[in-house]
């Protein structure tokens, strides 16, 4: 993710997103909106009107994160997700044609030996929430959430003493699949956004941005859902025996070597694995900034970047194959 607060990047999230839109257009900054009336209880505490801000005990087994448009569960000794889901709750950005839509199945971290042992650092907001631990080997884990229908809604940081990468698996649920976006596949090398004087040239800018290919997130179950694993100085783990191997006249390796139903990543100390979803998920962006301490906001966009938008209904082979593989899962740690 470009910024170190989630409150940030739903500053940048955009308008509802066009199933069958195919054309760029410029991104529209969000408004509360998509978040209105989202608050989410958490052990017990609440971010409506309480604004919970303090130290809770880790309680034996997974707990429930709740919110109005999102909920998933948190396994205390690592800092696991399980079962990420949109609620389906009516709101102008709702993208599973109101009902319940589950996403990831699982978010994963490999903490290699260390343990979370500390109480459960809780602060909620309103419609923002964090939790963090720490533990054994300057091991520590921090989530945030905010509780909208749409936009940057969801961050994981892992940080160890080491100062080694921390290994996350993201499995998705069973109607959700990685797709490879024919959007962006049939603009690939162009040069959108506004300060672009030319598509073929350019020339390169913050508001002036390469297409390269594009993996999206999908789901049979709600075909105007569209989301994307937001990674800020973390590196996927290519997964040899998916693919397939589009052809790809940049040479760029967005979807060679990855699974439809699992991605794998290495995440440094202090990055950062997330999503993005709507319209944010299909912006011609530049990539995140490479930052593990002191993140600063990036500056907003302010409609000057391009939309590709997605299919409506996603061509099957755009979908990326096979569903699940043991490639990479044991591969080494990425430096550092």
């Excluded at 490999?110 to 907001?125: F, N, P, V």
């Excluded at 030319?198 to 997130?217: A, K, L, M, T």
């Excluded at 100085?233 to 060679?256: H, I, K, M, W, Y």
Aim: with cysteine.
């Amino acid at each position: 993710m470009r910024n170190k607060t989630l409150a940030t990047l739903t500053a940048l999230a955009a308008a509802v997103p066009l199933a069958a839109f195919t054309a760029p257009t410029a991104v529209q900054a969000a408004g509360s909106k998509f978040c209105d009336g989202g608050s989410y209880t958490v052990l017990g505490k609440t971010g409506v009107k309480d604004r919970f801000r303090g130290t809770v005990a880790a309680p034996a087994g997974r707990f429930t994160v709740q919110g109005k448009y999102t909920r998933f569960s948190v396994d205390p000794a690592t800092f696991a997700i399980y079962d990420y889901t949109f609620t389906g709750a009516a709101n102008v950005g709702d993208m599973t044609g109101g009902q319940a839509t589950a996403v990831y199945a699982s978010k994963v971290p490999d903490h290699r030996g260390l343990a979370l042992t500390s109480g459960i650092s809780l602060e909620l907001r309103d419609g923002d929430m964090t939790i963090s631990r720490t533990g054994t080997g300057g091991l520590s884990m921090k989530i945030q959430a905010k509780d909208c229908a749409q936009g940057g809604i969801f961050q994981m940081e892992p940080a160890r003493g080491d100062g080694t990468r921390t290994r996350i698996v993201h499995t998705l649920a069973d109607s959700a699949f990685y797709y490879d976006n024919p959007n962006f596949r049939a603009r690939l090398g162009s040069w959108l956004g506004s300060a672009c004087a030319d598509e073929v040239s350019g020339p390169s800018g913050q508001f002036c941005v390469r297409v390269s290919p594009r993996v999206n997130i999908a789901s049979d179950a709600a075909p105007k859902l569209v989301l994307r694993d937001s990674a800020q100085v973390a590196t996927r783990v290519r997964q040899a025996s998916c693919g397939p191997d589009f052809t790809n006249p940049l040479g760029l390796s967005e979807t060679t070597d990855h699974c439809g139903a699992t991605s794998v990543w290495d995440v440094a100390s202090g990055g950062r694995m997330g999503m993005v979803t709507g319209e944010d998920a299909t912006e011609v962006a530049n990539p995140p900034t490479n930052c593990t301490e002191d993140c600063e906001a990036g500056n907003g966009v302010n409609g000057r970047l391009a939309i590709l938008g997605f299919p409506a209904v996603v061509p099957a082979g755009s979908r990326l194959a096979p569903r699940t593989s043991g490639d990479g899962l044991t591969a080494p740690l990425t430096a550092p």
